[in-house]
């Protein structure tokens, strides 16, 4: 269960704004702005915690922390100071607060971190409890595989933010895991018994998807020959993942913003009466929303009602410390898939390759290439060359022995221009010795675009580990040139 916290404050925009920003950390959260009402409260449910102002018309924040230490002791109090009332923070101390902060306060470094602090998140004396709770949890995390510095931070998020019921937005590259990532999302929430339903908002027209999302009346368009519920009312009580939300036209996006906003739509065909559910909103795009809003083809509106927590999903190049588990997890998988053949098995060399092979199609694209490197290999020691092309291309690029020569691939059908665009470049610099003038000669651009280019495509990090693979097979003594 969430931590549940009431705030107290006179002033009514730090309330909604600390409502905001604690939901959204996935706290339970009560506000009031008359300290009067917020004893009323504290008298009638109980709370983790109390975050009060000092300074308050009626009651002061000292006068209302000791009632509340009196109403509630296990209750512990926050509070909220002005520069110049440390006199009276300290006083606030003597009489049971936890701890003070002072106004103006930094929200991300100080206030979030000292609540996560009191609430024992990662307090020193909740440390083997917390080490429980933490096994619990990986239980749970259960087939979502890699455990590398970014994962284990995305998946604490996932756990934190699965608690709550604010809407959360997945963004990230094709192919790493938002769909996963929803999954887990539900798992973990208290919905996990109740229904979750997926709903792929680009493969519908719109008409369609309406109907589909909100149900529709016998009659109300040409095959509708009975009354059907739709997708949110499938969904009562449990989570609805919006997939490629990116994809819905102008058009629908105004009926979706009004769910949102009072989780109550009409079916197609019925405009009196409204329907009433309580859906946890899954987001999940690859495409860049914010980008979307500026050119005029995603309503401002809607995308903060979908944003209210971001969650970005690493790319395979970003957590490739989780290669080594990916790839057993992958053989595994594959080799259960496909009765009649056996686990295979990459050298070191191989896996070398692997790590700094860009990835363009993340995960799905590793998986992909296990799968068919199962399906395809002689034996269980896989070559360069039961690879797919893309990867084959790229081990050349860096000078492996291969096998069988064929011409480098323009790419395939799966490949998108950027992703040959990555490659190329990757390629071109890895041919050269990473000496960037060559390089742009190679691919007939100016140095200037080539470096342009490395950056758009964030490639630096990836180059880097390149150099260093091509360094370590050179031997210590071969200087290496810098990509700079
Ligand atoms: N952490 C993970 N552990 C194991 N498998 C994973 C993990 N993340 C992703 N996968 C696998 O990778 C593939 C792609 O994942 P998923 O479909 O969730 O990606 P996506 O981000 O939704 O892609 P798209 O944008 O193309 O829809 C799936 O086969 C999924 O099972
Ligand atoms: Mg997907």
């Given at each position: 269960?969430?931590?549940?916290?009431?705030?107290?404050?006179?002033?009514?925009?730090?309330?909604?704004?600390?409502?905001?920003?604690?939901?959204?950390?996935?706290?339970?959260?009560?506000?009031?702005?008359?300290?009067?009402?917020?004893?009323?409260?504290?008298?009638?449910?109980?709370?983790?915690?109390?975050?009060?102002?000092?300074?308050?018309?009626?009651?002061?924040?000292?006068?209302?922390?000791?009632?509340?230490?009196?109403?509630?002791?296990?209750?512990?109090?926050?509070?909220?100071?002005?520069y110049a009332t440390v006199d009276t923070a300290r006083e606030a101390l003597k009489r049971g607060a936890i701890d003070y902060i002072e106004k103006p306060m930094d929200i991300e470094d100080e206030f979030?971190?000292?609540?996560?602090?009191?609430?024992?998140?990662?307090?020193?004396?909740?440390?083997?409890?917390?080490?429980?709770?933490?096994?619990?949890?990986?239980?749970?995390?259960?087939?979502?595989?890699?455990?590398?510095?970014?994962?284990?931070?995305?998946?604490?998020?996932?756990?934190?933010?699965?608690?709550?019921?604010?809407?959360?937005?997945?963004?990230?590259?094709?192919?790493?895991?938002?769909?996963?990532?929803?999954?887990?999302?539900?798992?973990?929430?208290?919905?996990?018994?109740?229904?979750?339903?997926?709903?792929?908002?680009?493969?519908?027209?719109?008409?369609?998807?309406?109907?589909?999302?909100?149900?529709?009346?016998?009659?109300?368009?040409?095959?509708?020959?009975?009354?059907?519920?739709?997708?949110?009312?499938?969904?009562?009580?449990?989570?609805?993942?919006?997939?490629?939300?990116?994809?819905?036209?102008?058009?629908?996006?105004?009926?979706?913003?009004?769910?949102?906003?009072?989780?109550?739509?009409?079916?197609?065909?019925?405009?009196?009466?409204?329907?009433?559910?309580?859906?946890?909103?899954?987001?999940?795009?690859?495409?860049?929303?914010?980008?979307?809003?500026?050119?005029?083809?995603?309503?401002?509106?809607?995308?903060?009602?979908?944003?209210?927590?971001?969650?970005?999903?690493?790319?395979?190049?970003?957590?490739?410390?989780?290669?080594?588990?990916?790839?057993?997890?992958?053989?595994?998988?594959?080799?259960?898939?496909?009765?009649?053949?056996?686990?295979?098995?990459?050298?070191?060399?191989?896996?070398?390759?692997?790590?700094?092979?860009?990835?363009?199609?993340?995960?799905?694209?590793?998986?992909?290439?296990?799968?068919?490197?199962?399906?395809?290999?002689?034996?269980?020691?896989?070559?360069?060359?039961?690879?797919?092309?893309?990867?084959?291309?790229?081990?050349?690029?860096?000078?492996?022995?291969?096998?069988?020569?064929?011409?480098?691939?323009?790419?395939?059908?799966?490949?998108?221009?950027?992703?040959?665009?990555?490659?190329?470049?990757?390629?071109?610099?890895?041919?050269?010795?990473?000496?960037?003038?060559?390089?742009?000669?190679?691919?007939?651009?100016?140095?200037?675009?080539?470096?342009?280019?490395?950056?758009?495509?964030?490639?630096?990090?990836?180059?880097?580990?390149?150099?260093?693979?091509?360094?370590?097979?050179?031997?210590?003594?071969?200087?290496?040139?810098?990509?700079?």
């Open positions: 269960m969430s931590a549940k916290i009431l705030v107290v404050d006179d002033e009514a925009h730090i309330c909604s704004m600390l409502d905001r920003i604690l939901q959204r950390e996935g706290y339970q959260v009560q506000t009031s702005t008359d300290p009067e009402d917020g004893l009323n409260l504290l008298k009638q449910q109980s709370y983790d915690l109390l975050v009060t102002d000092l300074n308050m018309p009626g009651m002061t924040g000292l006068d209302l922390l000791g009632r509340a230490r009196k109403i509630q002791p296990g209750c512990e109090v926050v509070m909220m100071t002005g979030l971190p000292l609540l996560a602090r009191i609430l024992g998140s990662d307090s020193e004396e909740d440390e083997q409890d917390g080490d429980l709770e933490e096994s619990r949890t990986q239980d749970v995390w259960g087939d979502f595989v890699g455990r590398g510095e970014a994962t284990l931070s995305l998946l604490k998020k996932v756990t934190k933010v699965a608690r709550s019921d604010v809407p959360v937005l997945l963004q990230g590259q094709s192919g790493t895991g938002k769909e996963v990532v929803s999954g887990l999302l539900h798992k973990l929430s208290r919905r996990s018994e109740r229904p979750f339903i997926k709903v792929n908002c680009a493969a519908l027209p719109e008409t369609l998807l309406e109907s589909e999302l909100f149900g529709h009346t016998k009659g109300s368009f040409t095959g509708a020959i009975s009354d059907r519920d739709g997708l949110f009312k499938a969904a009562d009580g449990g989570t609805l993942l919006l997939d490629e939300i990116g994809e819905i036209s102008r058009t629908f996006q105004p009926k979706l913003l009004r769910v949102l906003q009072d989780g109550e739509f009409h079916r197609v065909g019925d405009a009196q009466r409204s329907v009433k559910v309580d859906v946890r909103i899954v987001a999940a795009t690859n495409r860049n929303l914010v980008e979307a809003v500026r050119s005029g083809d995603f309503r401002e509106d809607l995308y903060y009602r979908l944003n209210v927590v971001p969650l970005e999903i690493p790319t395979l190049r970003n957590r490739i410390d989780d290669l080594p588990d990916l790839l057993e997890h992958f053989i595994a998988q594959a080799a259960r898939k496909h009765t009649g053949y056996k686990k295979i098995h990459f050298s070191d060399d191989m896996i070398r390759v692997l790590t700094s092979y860009p990835w363009p199609g993340n995960i799905r694209e590793l998986a992909n290439a296990v799968e068919s490197a199962t399906v395809l290999a002689e034996n269980e020691e896989i070559r360069m060359i039961d690879l797919p092309v893309a990867i084959q291309d790229f081990a050349r690029s860096l000078g492996e022995e291969v096998g069988v020569q064929v011409e480098p691939s323009m790419g395939n059908e799966a490949e998108t221009l950027e992703e040959i665009e990555m490659r190329c470049i990757i390629q071109s610099m890895a041919k050269t010795k990473f000496n960037k003038t060559r390089a742009a000669d190679l691919l007939g651009v100016t140095r200037r675009t080539l470096s342009y280019r490395i950056n758009k495509y964030d490639l630096e990090d990836q180059l880097t580990r390149l150099r260093e693979a091509h360094g370590e097979r050179d031997g210590a003594n071969t200087s290496v040139p810098s990509a700079s």
